[in-house]
């Protein structure tokens, strides 16, 4: 996905360094994404997220808070007020840049920080949170040891995640006294709560505390065995699946009218892991799935392989025609399914460079219902009428030009 590298001032002017991940194609809505407390932008969760709601034609701006990752300023003289004031700046931002944001996301601490922010700006629609805290001085649990010599000194280095962080007193004072219940509570956005039960750093109770103070629209999605920061590869598959098919229930996502020569619209399959084969497949905002190789052939088998879709064309095409006829007809056809078999293995076929000249698919069309012996021979030849199949059959012209910069 392209990427817009910006920068804008934060709470108190510091500059603050953030990502504007792009749609390949139509801009559709725009979101924002606060990370976790010590955290960047960059953490492999944000990444995977940004790119699939990218593909559905979702900006994603990311950005390092106040003292952290490329951001300016001292993280030891900033607070959870701070971070959501933070979150403003860059509000204030996008809508300068005329892609005000209709969605916020917040992973730990950035979540409880969007969760505070949501009901001040307007253009929102929709809040996720990802392992928030419902008491924002959960945090302080972190390094609770050291709370006696912060009190003290006014601050005190801590190791956080193996790193040394400078924790200064008026962080405790701040987030001690954050109160999220009412901003929840008049949220008036729809809310999806994902949480691991599992969580070591942040309970599960609190997702059910941020569940119940909110109103309706809300949901909840379990992350199962994910870990806090959501780092393995899989759980931040499915938390962006799930995000992108809650996403498309709350934004309003028209794509523009297709362009011609391409009466279907654009088919638009965008790499998600580029040390792997995983791709993004999408057919407008609302219509994704994913193609892959098999771990026999250095994929991760999150999806069908390139020749599965042909197969899969050919199966659904097939099965829709000859429905419809049989509809039209009036005939007692009860189910239809069609087994389709392609006699290739793509990744062999990349390698190698096969040129074979006849493909063979193999079809196998299934009927039930009280049909007789020539309703079902005509269904049979109805299926070599389905367009797929005539394409297929036919000579077909792939033409491919490099897109400008």
């Given at each position: 996905m392209p990427t817009e590298r910006l920068t804008f001032p934060g709470h108190n002017n510091a500059m603050l360094a953030a990502r504007l991940d792009l749609p390949t194609g139509?801009?559709?809505?725009?979101?924002?994404?606060?990370?976790?407390?010590?955290?960047?932008?960059?953490?492999?969760?944000?990444?995977?997220?940004?790119?699939?709601?990218?593909?559905?034609g979702i900006a994603v701006?990311?950005?390092?808070?106040?003292?952290?990752?490329?951001?300016?300023?001292?993280?030891?003289?900033?607070?959870f007020s701070s971070n959501v004031d933070d979150l403003t700046a860059a509000f204030e931002h996008l809508k300068k840049l005329n892609r005000p944001p209709s969605l916020l996301i917040g992973h730990s601490l950035g979540g409880s920080a969007?969760?505070?922010?949501?009901?001040?700006?307007?253009?929102?629609?929709?809040?996720?949170?990802?392992?928030?805290?419902?008491?924002?001085?959960?945090?302080?649990?972190?390094?609770?040891?050291?709370?006696?010599?912060?009190?003290?000194?006014?601050?005190?280095?801590?190791?956080?995640?193996?790193?040394?962080?400078?924790?200064?007193?008026?962080?405790?004072?701040?987030?001690?006294?954050?109160?999220l219940a009412p901003h929840i509570s008049k949220l008036k956005r729809a809310l999806l709560v994902m949480h691991a039960p599992l969580d070591d750093i942040v309970g599960i109770e609190n997702a059910s505390q941020i569940f119940q103070a909110a109103k309706h629209p809300k949901s909840f999605v379990t992350l199962d065995n994910a870990d806090h920061?959501?780092?393995?590869?899989?759980?931040?598959?499915?938390?962006?699946?799930?995000?992108?098919?809650?996403?498309?229930?709350?934004?309003?996502?028209?794509?523009?009218?297709?362009?011609?020569?391409?009466p279907e619209g654009i088919v638009r399959v965008a790499e998600a892991d580029a040390s792997g084969f995983l791709q993004d497949v999408n057919s407008g905002p609302l219509h994704h799935?994913?193609?892959d190789e098999p771990?026999?052939?250095?994929g991760t088998n999150k999806g069908m392989t390139p020749y599965g879709f042909l197969a899969a064309g050919l199966g659904a095409c097939t099965s829709m025609t000859i429905r419809m006829y049989a509809r039209r007809k009036g005939w007692p056809l009860d189910t239809v399914w069609v087994d389709v078999n392609h006699d290739k293995v793509h990744a062999r076929d990349a390698e190698t460079?096969?040129?074979?000249?006849?493909?063979?698919?193999?079809?196998?069309?299934?009927l039930t219902g009280k049909l007789d012996a020539d309703q079902r021979a005509r269904l049979l030849e109805i299926a070599n009428t389905c367009p797929v199949h005539q394409t297929l059959e036919r000579s077909s012209r792939v033409v491919t030009v490099l897109a400008s910069d």
């Open positions: 139509p801009h559709l809505a725009t979101a924002m994404f606060a990370h976790c407390f010590t955290c960047s932008k960059n953490i492999a969760a944000a990444r995977r997220i940004a790119a699939r709601l990218a593909a559905m701006l990311r950005f390092d808070f106040t003292g952290l990752g490329h951001s300016g300023g001292e993280f030891a003289n900033t607070t969007v969760l505070k922010a949501a009901s001040t700006m307007d253009t929102v629609k929709a809040v996720i949170t990802i392992g928030a805290p419902f008491d924002p001085a959960h945090v302080i649990k972190s390094f609770d040891g050291e709370i006696d010599g912060i009190l003290k000194d006014g601050q005190a280095a801590v190791s956080l995640g193996g790193r040394p962080f400078t924790i200064s007193k008026s962080f405790i004072d701040d987030v001690s006294a954050n109160n920061l959501v780092s393995r590869p899989e759980d931040a598959e499915y938390a962006a699946e799930v995000i992108s098919a809650w996403v498309a229930r709350y934004l309003i996502l028209r794509p523009p009218a297709p362009p011609p020569g391409a799935t994913l193609a771990l026999a052939y250095g460079g096969s040129q074979s000249k006849v493909d063979t698919f193999k079809r196998i069309v299934h």
